[in-house]
């Protein structure tokens, strides 16, 4: 028993970077071989990459609450499993896409099958150990997997084409359902009962929710504005996608970096009030960006800004994670999903009517705007102890 507990330990936050990375394996060239498949002009083409790329996430942001309520209460574990497994297929079916509809259909049947993401935070939930480093731990290696992925997988398909490196990252989903399948312990249904003796408020919930919207906006909304921000940072255009690719994987480090360092934060100075300052803090830096001369006075004022938002997540999903059901963490999951599309639409559609500063002064006013509301979180206090 105690073998399988330390399994578990690992096993599941390595099989969360590896499906990432799988994911992001396979999004960095999936714009290129719509191009290479389209028979349609470069505008009705643009248009159908836009849906292609967004569509399962817009579908899982939906989905998760529901499949998270009725699969993964009774048994995450096994719900992960197979959705790995199924989503594994789901990128086999991408390979053998001929058409932009068949690709599309392929890429929708994918966000139908939930979240796994939100079966493994509900695992750590139950598990009976450190939640808040589970959750650290697995939002780290999920962080880790989208810098790392993209480099790799732009390779794989340069050099063995789009449709193997589909195959490759198939198989990759399904390496991660064998390993949670072997390395994570199954909990008996009375235990998830007595953990969730102490259910959670609607209030609380969806404070969660937008402390986790909040923080996911201030990480994903910079990417899409990078083209145009970069040049009057002094950066010629001809660099623009590089010196992109330096702040993406400096914020992608920095991130990892936060989300790992997390616990022992909350555990020395307390969840809600690390959660304050550190989003108070992010804010603040996020007006900085403003002031800054020149790129890399930008790219370092970005990287403490989102050194700072990513605690945010594990320490606010672990307050709850113990108490609310699957279908609550299911609904705080597509929150950070929602951050995911709420961040460059709003960034891009303030750019095109306003200035950078605008961009970064709005993004800053939704956190400090949220910061108030952890008062009324159960969260845990100095020492560990539970605050209410």
């Known amino acids: 028993m105690a073998s399988a507990r330390g399994r578990g330990l690992w096993a599941l936050p390595l099989s969360m970077f590896i499906g990432t990375f799988a994911w992001s394996f396979i999004q960095v060239s999936l714009p290129f071989y719509i191009g290479k498949i389209s028979t349609l002009d470069a505008t ?20 998760a609450p529901f499949s998270a309520r009725i699969f993964g209460e009774k048994n995450p574990k096994r719900s992960y499993v197979a959705t790995q497994m199924l989503q594994g297929g789901g990128f086999f079916l991408m390979a053998v896409s001929r058409t932009l509809l068949q690709l599309f259909f392929s890429r929708m049947l994918l966000g139908f ?15 009976g150990g450190d939640i808040r480093r589970g959750i650290s731990a697995i939002q780290s290696g999920m962080t880790l997997g989208q810098v790392l992925g993209p480099a790799v997988g732009a390779l794989v398909a340069a050099r063995l084409g789009f449709r193997l490196s589909f195959v490759i990252a198939g198989f990759m989903l399904w390496a991660c359902s064998a390993l949670v399948g072997w390395g994570v312990p199954t909990r008996q249904p009375q235990e998830h009962a007595r953990d969730r003796a102490q259910t ?19 990480i994903f909304f910079l990417t899409s504005i990078l083209p145009t921000i970069l040049p009057p940072l002094g950066v010629p255009t001809a660099m623009t996608l590089e010196v992109g690719g330096f702040l993406i994987m400096a914020t992608g480090l920095a991130a990892a970096i936060g989300a790992m360092a997390a616990p022992r934060i909350g555990e020395i100075v307390g969840d809600r009030t690390t959660i ?19 790129v890399w006075s ?15 997540f594990p320490l ?3 307050g709850i994670a113990q108490r609310a059901s699957g279908m609550s963490i299911g609904i705080v999951n597509s929150s950070r999903i929602a951050g995911g599309f709420i961040g460059p639409v709003l960034a891009t559609t303030l750019l095109a009517w306003l200035s950078p500063a605008a961009v970064y002064l709005t993004v800053a006013a939704f956190g400090l705007l949220v910061a108030p ?16």
Do not use: D, H, N, Y
């Not at 304050?276 to 020149?294: E, K, N, Q, T």
């Not at 930008?298 to 945010?312: D, E, G, H, N």
């Not at 952890?374 to 209410?388: C, D, I, P, Q």
């Open 44 to 63: 009705a083409t643009l248009r159908w990459t836009g849906w292609i790329l967004g569509v399962s996430s817009l579908v899982t942001m939906v989905m």
């Open 113 to 127: 099958m939930g979240a796994v993401s939100t079966f493994a935070f509900i695992m750590v939930g139950r598990s």
């Open 200 to 218: 959670t408020s609607v209030r609380e919930i969806a404070t969660v929710c937008l402390l986790v919207l909040a923080g996911s906006t201030q």
């Open 276 to 294: 304050v300052w550190f989003l108070a803090a992010s804010s603040l830096l996020l007006g900085a960006l403003a002031l800054a001369p020149g």
């Open 298 to 312: 930008f790219a370092i004022v970005r990287f403490f800004q989102v050194l700072c938002i990513a605690p945010i």
């Open 316 to 318: 606010s999903v672990a």
């Open 373 to 388: 509301l952890v008062a009324s979180l159960g969260l845990r206090g100095r020492g560990g102890k539970e605050a209410m």
